[in-house]
């Protein structure tokens, strides 16, 4: 493994407060604070001069399908798009086929992720083939190597199972990640309810059912002292609900999704399939809740709910077309744009909600450029404009709402544990 | 003004002018049907093919019934008879039938948006026969078109549409349409078939019938879809009918000028009773042979003709 110098750049690193131009050293895949002079001497240097180096992103949220669904993504090539869009380090939905509920599939996904070009970390079910009604073997998951609980898609319906769901994984310091929807509220509901759901004919899906499980969770977490993540918040009350908690120092953390930042259920205005996601698309106001929550430190991090889908199987009714778009590519500029561009936010704010927050929900060693940590970087150009066409992306899908738009931000080199896995435009 | 839409998607995205056209239209339409011999020769050597996936008896046998007033030749098929039940995409059902060279289809369908879907995938014409919850473009206009029968200009008048609102495509077209001839509409149901959402819409809503129903010139009934909702919108059809369903009492309450429709299927004892469904102000039956006379406006204009010559072959 060779040693690197990048040179030049403007290092931003949230977790040990820097931001200024100057060089970043690794050796023997580790972060360093200086090369000795023979290591120099054999050092690849990367120049970066008129670009931000930061920590490798870290996404806490997203599908790779494998095993079973490998027609839309796998682990490898979801793991591509993850370093084409500066993620190093990933967390998977045990959603696939069979679900994350044995440690054999951990197994399984651990063996191929192993040779994946990014940090691939499954998680595991709660709930026996998630399906809300037995607890899954938490213990023997974990041991297998999942790093955190989750039925996302299929919020646990019963209030006592998910009691003693998040007072057994906490035995064991696992976190529950949980995705907010009480079904009872739902049923065969495509987007939010309100006034375009109502002018469009298609059934609501009211932020309430989100709320009230939000609200459920902060009770849960208070009343056993188990930590409780929220999974892409979506409503201005659910961001209330939890400011006040953690207020009140309760053991809750919640995320936000790229799309949810940028999009409304405005853009649903003509039953175009790829702004038709679970959560949905909300309001304005909810919108704009959202990014105050970010602002002020009520919503801890991004993930990107990346959730690839075939063409075919987008290429329908609304009704019928699968919940989920892909976001690993786009979810740097998007959240430049949304967050710094248009709502003033410090760059190494926004780098830390992508970072070392995001981390730190899961306790990943990711998130840093600290002498001793894993070098794993992302290297970007904030102000290079660009067409994303997701026929020319890596994710095996297509479903993505930014197809064909100009996007502003790019990545340019993306270094796992020391070694560049992708740049300018290609994997290494 | 000429034509120039190919679909009849929505009235949502209608002009005002446009919806006059087509009113206009089927005005010459109607006077035919009038005649002894009523075919016209407009579509000869045309291919209408209604797509219907939801069941539908009225609006079937209406297209039906226009496409051949106009000398099309028409195939109709419905789910349980189609490839849609072993697995093939709407996409691929109707890209067969336009391979099949079919010139026009008629869409019926249960989820909501599926015509403008169907627009974007094909190149033949598309008529929106019902989608979902959202919009009935031909039904709101053969409303219109009865309601202007019997009393003239729209601008200014109270149009009433009570009963289900939330599930119906009906009631939304009709909105878009009333609303865009200066009408004054309000609905009025039970509070969770009739939300708060529907003022963005530009109506007013009421919970309260016998205030609606006093200055009302048109009153609209819709049937109670209790096949779509779930147990939780009302507690009973009883309950209903006991407080919104039009009964001798309650018609009373409606100016004797006033006129009474509905799109049908009608419920008789659930949301009307049938001393009023059959009383000489319902028009119910005579907005059914409007229909007619609408629907081979729409078909003619989007299979290229121009209002002004209806006699013309396309």
Sequence with gaps: ?428 | MPWHRKHLLTIEELSRAEIEQLLATAGAFRRILERKVKKIPALRGKTIVNLFLEPSTRTRLSFEMAAKLLSADVISFDAASSSTSKGETLRDTAQNIQALNADMIVLRHSASGSPLYLSKVLGIPVINAGDGAHEHPTQALLDVFTMREKLGNLKGRKVVILGDILFSRVARSNIHALTKLGADVTIVGPSTLVPHWFEAMGVKVSHHLRSALADADVVMLLRIQHERQGVSHFPSLGEYTSMFGLNYTRAEWIKPDAIIMHPGPINRGVEIDSDIADSPRSVILQQVTNGIAVRMAALYLCAGGQPENVLTPV
Excluded at chain 1, 19 to 34: H, Q
Excluded at chain 1, 361 to 368: C, N, R, S, V
């Design chain 1, 1 to 428: 493994m060779s040693n690197l110098v990048i040179k030049g750049g403007r290092v931003i690193d949230p977790a040990s407060k820097r931001d200024k131009v100057g060089d970043v050293f690794i050796a023997a895949g580790k972060f360093v604070k200086s090369l000795t002079a023979a290591q120099k001497k054999d050092a690849r240097v990367i120049d970066a001069k008129g670009l931000v180096v930061c920590p490798g992103l870290v996404d806490i949220h997203v599908h790779f399908r494998e095993p079973g669904q490998t027609h839309k993504e796998t682990i490898l090539t979801g793991s591509q798009a993850a370093a084409a869009g500066g993620f190093t380090s990933v967390v998977c939905m045990p959603n696939t086929s069979p679900v994350v509920d044995n440690a054999g599939t951990v197994a399984l996904i651990k063996s191929v992720a192993a040779t994946a070009p990014v940090h691939v970390y499954p998680t595991g079910c709660i709930t026996v083939g998630m399906k809300g009604q037995q607890l899954a073997p938490h213990g023997s998951l974990q041991k297998a190597g999942i790093v955190a609980l989750t039925d996302d898609g299929l919020c646990v319906q019963s209030n006592e199972l998910m009691h003693r769901a998040v007072e057994y994984a906490k035995m064991f310091d696992l976190t529950i990640l949980d995705h907010c929807q009480d079904d009872s509220m739902t049923e065969k509901a495509v987007m939010n309810e309100g006034v375009v759901s109502t002018r469009l004919g298609l059934k609501g899906w009211p932020h309430a059912a989100e709320d009230i499980i939000v609200a459920r969770n902060i009770i849960l977490s208070k009343y056993t002292g188990a930590h409780i993540h929220m999974q892409h918040i979506t409503s201005a009350h659910s961001v209330e609900l939890m400011r006040r908690a953690k207020q009140d120092g309760i053991n809750v953390t919640a995320e936000a999704t790229p799309h949810h930042l940028a999009l409304t259920e405005e853009s649903l205005g003509t039953y175009d399939t790829h702004f038709k996601m679970n959560p949905p698309l909300r309001t304005e106001a909810d919108r704009r809740a959202i990014i105050a929550g970010l602002r002020d430190g009520t919503l801890d991090c991004i993930g990107t709910d990346h959730a690839p889908h075939a063409p075919e199987e987008k290429d329908c009714e609304f009704d019928y077309a699968p919940n989920g778009i892909i976001g690993l590519e786009t979810a740097l500029p998007v959240c430049l744009d949304v967050l710094v561009q248009k709502n003033k936010f410090k760059l190494p704010h926004v780098i830390d909600l992508m970072t070392r927050k995001a981390a730190n929900i899961l306790k990943l060693p990711a998130g840093t450029l600290a002498p001793g940590a894993t070098a794993d970087v992302c290297i970007f150009d904030p102000a290079e404009t660009w067409l994303y066409k997701t026929y020319g992306g890596f994710s095996k899908s297509i479903n993505s709402p930014w197809d064909n738009r100009q996007l502003t931000g790019r990545v340019k080199t993306t270094i796992v544990s020391g070694k560049v896995v992708y740049a300018n435009g290609k994997m290494v």
